[in-house]
C-alpha cells in the first residue's frame, strides 16, 4: 500500500472517530465508527487503483452512465403507488429500483465507453479516406511504391507510428542484412510521400498493452475500418479470421504475369537443370520458373520451348515446356 494510502487512513479513521465522540457522545461504540470508517477507506482505496487502470473513456463514459441512470430511476420511481402496497415495503422497492438502474447505468457507461471515439462524429470522414495500412513487410518489399506511382491505390496510405519503429530497430540491427532491408524500408516510404497522386499519413494510434505487432495492427484496422497492405502470410490468415479486407502485394504480382497457353511458343535461356532427370530450368521476364524437357544439356543456351502445361502453386506459377522442333522450316 502507497505511503500516502497509509498517512490518509491514519489521518481520516483518527478524525472522523474523534470527532464522532466529542459531538455525537457515543450514541453508537467508537469501534462500530472505527470500523465502519476502515472499511470505507480500505474501499475507496480499492476503487482508486481500478480508476487508475481504468481507460479515460471508460471512466467518463461510466459517470455518464451513472448520471443517466439515476435521472431514470427517479423518473421510474416518480410515481406514488402506496395505496397498492404498504408504505415501508415501498421505500424498499424504490431503493432497490434505483440502486439497480444506477448500477445498469454504470455498467453499460463503462463498456460502451471503451467502444467511444471521436471517429464515431467523423466516420464519413474515415470512410471517404479509405485507409489502407503498410506493414513492415510491404514497406521492405518495396513494389508498393511502383504501385502508387500507378495510380492504381486509391484512398489514404496509412503507416503507424509502431511501424516506423520496427523499421527503425531492424534499420539499426547489427546484421547487415537486416539492416539494409530497414533503410531501403525507410526509403521506400520516403519515395512514396514523395509521390503527389497518393496521400500518405502517419498515425500515433498505438496499443501500449499488446506487444506483437500483427496484433496491433489487426486492432487498428478494426478501429478505423481499413485495409492491410501486406506480404505475410501469418497476417492475411490472421486478418481473414478477424474479416479484416488484406490486400496482398505478391498475389497482386501472381494475377498479372502474363498467361502462357499451351502450344504457345516462348524463348528463354536455360540457366540450370532440374530437379527430374533430364529436366532444364529457365525463368520468363517476371519470374516465372520454365521447366523444359530434355534441356538439361543446354545451359546457358537460348531456345525456343512449346508451352505443354501449366502448374499453379501456392508459390506462383510454372510452366512445363518442351523445346520447339524447328527442323520443318
Known sequence: ?????????????????IL?????????KTFIVFLITSCFCILSFFAIEYLKKLDLRKLIGGLVGAFLGLFIGK???KNDFTFIIDQKIYNYVI?????????IGIHIGVQKGGEFSLKTFFRKADEDKNYKILDTSVIIDGRIAEICETGFIEGTLLIPQFVLIELQHIADSHDHLKRVRGRRGLDVIKRIQGQTNIEVEITDIDFPKVKEVDSK????????NAKILTNDY???KLAEVQGITVLNINALATALKPIALPGETLTIT????GKEAKQGIGYLDDGTMVVVEDGNDKIGEKLDVVVTSILQTTAGRMIFAKIKDNSNK
Request: hydrophobic content about 60%; overall charge neutral; charged content about 10%.
Open 1 to 17: 500500500m502507497p505511503i500516502i494510502h497509509i498517512i490518509f487512513y491514519i489521518f481520516f479513521t483518527s478524525s472522523v472517530t
Open 20 to 28: 464522532y465522540h466529542l459531538f455525537f457522545h457515543e450514541q453508537v
Open 75 to 77: 423518473l421510474i420511481t
Open 95 to 103: 431503493a432497490f429500483v434505483q440502486i439497480l438502474i444506477f448500477y
Open 217 to 224: 495492427l489487426i486492432l487498428l484496422a478494426q478501429r478505423l
Open 234 to 236: 501469418n497476417l492475411l
Open 270 to 273: 536455360i540457366i540450370k537443370e
